[in-house]
């Protein structure tokens, strides 16, 4: 089995600032996890993805996450958001055991940003 | 290329009707997935389909069913529709069984059912 925790639901941030979303993980296998962005009324654009190799994984519009295997965490960051950012954001892991197949994801984290 | 496209993006139906929810992957891609997305529950996987096979399944009521065609393209069905089956429903595709890894959403289809 594999959950995932996003710590925070709302993260309220003024424009220029950087920010971090939290997001945990727990699964008996290894796993890949990404990161998505949902803006409303669309559907989940992919920021970026750990698959394997470096931790530091850089994504689309200046994101980047690093995986933590010991801390079980795969934390988004920017270091100066944009009113644009203003979205709701996933973190999502998939087993990578080809057994597992599944896909679970965390329950989102509004992020808003405010001039 | 083209996106994933959904159909339709909204649909109003009552307790008891049933729906059928359309995605067209993009080209070349073989793999659909579908997912629920509600405020209480999140984003839930529903089914994976791949060569016109179901290869995995979510934790979801038999009412729930999908299949997949010759071209790909992949329909969704609810029978029975009751209230908490409002959603936001999304299909994903990708190129090959399994291929999270290179997933792709659709728009969605909101789903309310009175």
């Known amino acids: 089995a594999q959950s995932v925790t996003q710590l925070d639901s709302q993260v309220p941030v003024f424009e220029e600032a950087p920010v971090e979303l939290r997001c945990n993980y727990s699964?008996?296998?290894?796993?890949?996890l990404f990161w998505y962005v949902q803006y409303p009324n669309q559907g989940l654009q992919l920021l970026l993805k750990?698959?394997?190799?470096?931790?530091l994984v850089k994504g689309i519009n200046g994101f980047e996450a690093e995986f933590n295997k010991s801390q079980t965490s795969f934390h988004l960051r920017k270091p100066s958001v944009h009113i644009s950012d203003t979205a709701e954001y996933f973190c999502?892991?998939?087993?990578?055991?080809?057994?597992?197949?599944?896909?679970?994801f965390g329950d989102g984290t509004t992020l808003t940003v405010k001039p | 290329k083209a996106g994933v496209t959904q159909t339709p993006r909204y649909l109003i139906k009552t307790r008891g009707q049933q729906v059928t929810l359309s995605c067209s992957p993009i080209?070349?891609?073989?793999?659909v997935s579908w997912y629920q997305q509600t405020p209480g529950q999140g984003l839930q996987f529903l089914f994976e389909?791949?060569?016109?096979?179901?290869?995995n399944k979510g934790n979801f009521p038999g009412r729930f069913s999908g299949r997949q065609f010759s071209n790909s393209r992949s329909e969704m069905n609810v029978s029975t529709l009751e209230l908490g089956d409002s959603a936001l429903y999304l299909c994903?595709?990708?190129?090959?069984?399994?291929?999270?890894?290179?997933?792709?959403f659709g728009p969605g289809t909101r789903l309310l059912v009175l």
């Open positions: 080209s070349g891609h073989r793999s």
């Open positions: 699964s008996s296998v290894s796993v890949y």
């Open positions: 999502a892991v998939y087993g990578a055991d080809t057994n597992a197949g599944k896909s679970t």
């Open positions: 994903a595709s990708s190129l090959e069984a399994g291929g999270f890894e290179t997933q792709y």
């Open positions: 389909y791949f060569s016109e096979t179901q290869r």
């Open positions: 750990y698959l394997s190799g470096s931790t």
